[in-house]
Protein backbone atom coordinates (compact mmCIF):
# COMPACT_ATOMS: atom_id res chain seq x y z
CA UNK A 1 0.00 0.00 0.00
CA UNK A 2 1.75 3.09 -1.10
CA UNK A 3 2.01 5.98 2.00
CA UNK A 4 1.10 9.32 2.22
CA UNK A 5 2.70 11.54 -0.88
CA UNK A 6 3.75 15.41 -0.67
CA UNK A 7 4.93 17.10 -3.69
CA UNK A 8 7.62 19.20 -4.29
CA UNK A 9 9.84 17.66 -1.82
CA UNK A 10 11.93 20.87 -1.68
CA UNK A 11 10.90 24.51 -2.64
CA UNK A 12 12.57 27.87 -2.28
CA UNK A 13 10.34 31.03 -2.96
CA UNK A 14 10.24 34.58 -2.89
CA UNK A 15 8.85 37.34 -0.22
CA UNK A 16 5.59 37.96 -2.11
CA UNK A 17 5.34 35.05 -4.20
CA UNK A 18 2.37 32.57 -3.54
CA UNK A 19 3.48 28.23 -3.29
CA UNK A 20 0.61 25.80 -3.34
CA UNK A 21 1.86 21.97 -2.07
CA UNK A 22 -0.13 18.71 -3.12
CA UNK A 23 0.04 16.06 -0.85
CA UNK A 24 -1.96 12.24 -2.29
CA UNK A 25 -3.08 10.04 0.84
CA UNK A 26 -2.86 6.84 1.19
CA UNK A 27 -5.95 4.92 -0.65
CA UNK A 28 -9.43 4.73 1.07
CA UNK A 29 -8.22 7.37 3.76
CA UNK A 30 -10.95 10.15 3.23
CA UNK A 31 -9.19 12.68 5.82
CA UNK A 32 -6.40 15.20 5.24
CA UNK A 33 -4.40 17.14 7.57
CA UNK A 34 -1.95 19.82 7.21
CA UNK A 35 0.57 20.76 9.89
CA UNK A 36 3.27 23.82 9.98
CA UNK A 37 6.65 22.31 11.56
CA UNK A 38 9.30 24.57 12.91
CA UNK A 39 12.64 24.58 15.33
CA UNK A 40 10.72 26.94 17.58
CA UNK A 41 6.67 26.01 16.95
CA UNK A 42 6.71 22.12 16.60
CA UNK A 43 3.55 20.61 15.02
CA UNK A 44 1.55 23.68 14.57
CA UNK A 45 -2.18 22.42 13.08
CA UNK A 46 -3.28 24.07 9.57
CA UNK A 47 -6.49 22.36 8.36
CA UNK A 48 -8.61 19.58 7.98
CA UNK A 49 -10.07 18.31 4.95
CA UNK A 50 -12.95 15.40 5.01
CA UNK A 51 -14.89 14.83 2.03
CA UNK A 52 -14.19 17.92 0.09
CA UNK A 53 -15.27 19.86 3.09
CA UNK A 54 -12.67 21.70 5.82
CA UNK A 55 -13.80 20.03 9.14
CA UNK A 56 -10.89 22.19 11.37
CA UNK A 57 -8.78 25.48 11.13
CA UNK A 58 -5.77 26.13 13.35
CA UNK A 59 -4.59 29.95 13.88
CA UNK A 60 -3.08 30.89 10.79
CA UNK A 61 -3.66 33.98 8.75
CA UNK A 62 -6.42 33.57 6.19
CA UNK A 63 -2.92 33.84 3.46
CA UNK A 64 -2.87 29.50 4.18
CA UNK A 65 -5.87 27.89 2.33
CA UNK A 66 -6.67 24.68 1.29
CA UNK A 67 -8.93 22.49 -0.66
CA UNK A 68 -9.82 18.86 -1.49
CA UNK A 69 -10.59 16.72 -4.05
CA UNK A 70 -13.23 14.08 -4.74
CA UNK A 71 -10.56 11.95 -5.13
CA UNK A 72 -8.88 13.17 -2.06
CA UNK A 73 -5.94 14.69 -2.88
CA UNK A 74 -5.36 17.90 -0.85
CA UNK A 75 -3.31 21.03 -1.89
CA UNK A 76 -2.44 23.74 0.46
CA UNK A 77 -1.44 27.49 -0.38
CA UNK A 78 0.19 30.19 0.87
CA UNK A 79 0.08 33.50 -0.40
CA UNK A 80 2.26 36.45 -0.01
CA UNK A 81 4.89 34.81 1.36
CA UNK A 82 6.68 35.55 4.16
CA UNK A 83 9.99 34.79 5.59
CA UNK A 84 8.68 33.36 8.94
CA UNK A 85 6.42 30.86 6.48
CA UNK A 86 9.94 29.14 6.03
CA UNK A 87 9.18 25.64 7.98
CA UNK A 88 8.43 22.22 7.04
CA UNK A 89 4.78 21.16 5.67
CA UNK A 90 3.43 17.92 6.19
CA UNK A 91 0.55 16.22 5.54
CA UNK A 92 -1.42 13.43 7.16
CA UNK A 93 -4.05 11.43 6.13
CA UNK A 94 -6.13 9.07 8.48
CA UNK A 95 -9.82 7.26 7.94
CA UNK A 96 -12.72 9.36 9.38
CA UNK A 97 -14.46 8.96 12.56
CA UNK A 98 -13.16 7.17 16.06
CA UNK A 99 -9.37 6.58 17.13
CA UNK A 100 -7.48 6.62 13.73
CA UNK A 101 -3.81 6.36 13.28
CA UNK A 102 -2.63 9.36 11.71
CA UNK A 103 -0.01 8.85 8.44
CA UNK A 104 2.01 11.19 7.63
CA UNK A 105 4.06 11.97 4.37
CA UNK A 106 8.02 13.00 4.43
CA UNK A 107 6.51 16.92 4.10
CA UNK A 108 7.66 19.55 1.95
CA UNK A 109 10.43 21.89 3.00
CA UNK A 110 9.47 25.60 1.93
CA UNK A 111 11.96 28.22 2.19
CA UNK A 112 11.12 31.66 1.76
CA UNK A 113 14.30 34.07 0.46
CA UNK B 1 -5.60 27.14 24.36
CA UNK B 2 -2.94 24.85 24.57
CA UNK B 3 -4.31 21.01 25.25
CA UNK B 4 -1.28 19.41 26.07
CA UNK B 5 1.94 20.22 27.95
CA UNK B 6 5.17 17.94 26.71
CA UNK B 7 8.14 17.61 29.09
CA UNK B 8 10.90 17.81 28.61
CA UNK B 9 12.00 19.44 25.69
CA UNK B 10 15.20 17.86 25.13
CA UNK B 11 16.95 14.88 26.76
CA UNK B 12 20.22 13.02 26.64
CA UNK B 13 20.91 9.41 27.81
CA UNK B 14 23.49 7.14 27.63
CA UNK B 15 22.86 3.84 25.64
CA UNK B 16 21.83 1.39 27.90
CA UNK B 17 19.53 3.79 30.13
CA UNK B 18 16.20 4.96 30.67
CA UNK B 19 14.56 7.72 28.24
CA UNK B 20 10.95 9.35 30.40
CA UNK B 21 8.71 12.07 28.33
CA UNK B 22 5.69 13.52 29.97
CA UNK B 23 2.47 14.59 28.19
CA UNK B 24 -0.12 16.00 30.93
CA UNK B 25 -3.35 16.92 29.47
CA UNK B 26 -6.40 19.20 30.32
CA UNK B 27 -9.64 17.75 27.93
CA UNK B 28 -11.36 15.34 30.03
CA UNK B 29 -12.60 14.04 26.97
CA UNK B 30 -9.22 12.87 25.47
CA UNK B 31 -10.12 9.02 25.20
CA UNK B 32 -6.69 7.57 23.41
CA UNK B 33 -2.82 8.27 24.21
CA UNK B 34 -0.70 8.08 21.34
CA UNK B 35 2.97 8.88 20.86
CA UNK B 36 4.26 9.59 17.59
CA UNK B 37 8.29 9.41 16.72
CA UNK B 38 10.13 11.24 14.11
CA UNK B 39 13.27 10.73 12.64
CA UNK B 40 15.38 14.08 10.52
CA UNK B 41 13.80 14.63 7.14
CA UNK B 42 10.71 12.21 7.88
CA UNK B 43 7.40 12.87 9.01
CA UNK B 44 6.19 10.97 12.43
CA UNK B 45 4.35 7.42 12.55
CA UNK B 46 2.45 6.14 15.16
CA UNK B 47 4.97 4.22 18.52
CA UNK B 48 2.63 3.36 20.50
CA UNK B 49 -1.15 4.52 21.96
CA UNK B 50 -2.79 3.36 25.07
CA UNK B 51 -6.77 3.68 26.21
CA UNK B 52 -7.64 4.98 29.44
CA UNK B 53 -9.47 1.47 30.31
CA UNK B 54 -5.72 0.42 31.73
CA UNK B 55 -2.49 1.70 33.59
CA UNK B 56 0.17 0.84 31.47
CA UNK B 57 0.44 -0.86 27.75
CA UNK B 58 3.67 -2.28 26.62
CA UNK B 59 5.68 -3.12 23.47
CA UNK B 60 9.00 -4.03 23.39
CA UNK B 61 11.02 -1.61 25.06
CA UNK B 62 8.82 1.01 24.57
CA UNK B 63 6.09 1.60 27.45
CA UNK B 64 3.14 4.41 28.19
CA UNK B 65 1.89 4.64 31.48
CA UNK B 66 -1.45 6.51 32.19
CA UNK B 67 -2.77 8.02 35.05
CA UNK B 68 -6.08 9.35 34.29
CA UNK B 69 -6.65 11.05 37.92
CA UNK B 70 -3.25 13.09 37.25
CA UNK B 71 -4.19 13.95 33.48
CA UNK B 72 -1.45 12.51 32.86
CA UNK B 73 0.65 9.95 30.44
CA UNK B 74 4.33 8.79 29.66
CA UNK B 75 6.56 7.10 27.26
CA UNK B 76 9.63 4.91 28.53
CA UNK B 77 11.92 3.79 26.65
CA UNK B 78 13.98 0.97 28.31
CA UNK B 79 17.41 -0.14 27.15
CA UNK B 80 17.72 3.14 24.96
CA UNK B 81 20.05 2.20 21.98
CA UNK B 82 21.23 5.24 19.75
CA UNK B 83 18.48 4.59 17.18
CA UNK B 84 16.29 5.69 18.97
CA UNK B 85 17.60 9.51 18.80
CA UNK B 86 14.42 10.63 17.38
CA UNK B 87 11.85 13.43 18.30
CA UNK B 88 9.07 11.88 20.40
CA UNK B 89 5.32 13.60 20.19
CA UNK B 90 2.11 12.95 22.39
CA UNK B 91 -1.26 13.56 20.44
CA UNK B 92 -4.25 12.95 22.74
CA UNK B 93 -7.48 12.25 20.92
CA UNK B 94 -10.86 12.40 21.98
CA UNK B 95 -13.78 10.80 20.35
CA UNK B 96 -14.90 13.26 18.49
CA UNK B 97 -14.83 13.82 14.60
CA UNK B 98 -14.73 17.68 15.48
CA UNK B 99 -11.32 18.04 17.15
CA UNK B 100 -8.43 18.81 15.53
CA UNK B 101 -5.62 16.16 15.64
CA UNK B 102 -2.88 18.35 17.61
CA UNK B 103 0.34 17.48 18.88
CA UNK B 104 2.77 18.56 22.33
CA UNK B 105 5.80 20.47 21.51
CA UNK B 106 7.34 17.12 21.20
CA UNK B 107 11.06 15.90 22.61
CA UNK B 108 13.99 15.35 21.11
CA UNK B 109 16.19 12.56 22.76
CA UNK B 110 19.47 12.07 21.93
CA UNK B 111 21.05 8.12 22.60
CA UNK B 112 24.63 8.51 23.28
CA UNK B 113 27.29 5.60 22.62
Known amino acids: KAGVTQTPRYLIKTRGQQVTLSCSPI?????VSWYQQTPGQGLQFLFEYFSETQRNKGNFPGRFSGRQFSNSRSEMNVSTLELGDSALYLC????????????FGQGTRLTVV | QQQVKQSPQSLIVQKGGISIINCAYE??????FPWYQQFPGKGPALLIA?????SEKKEGRFTISFNKSAKQFSLHIMDSQPGDSATYFCAPDPRSNDYKLSFGAGTTVTVRA
Open chain 1, 92 to 103: ASRQWGGHTEAF
Open chain 1, 27 to 31: SGHRS
Open chain 2, 50 to 54: IRPDV
Open chain 2, 27 to 32: NTAFDY
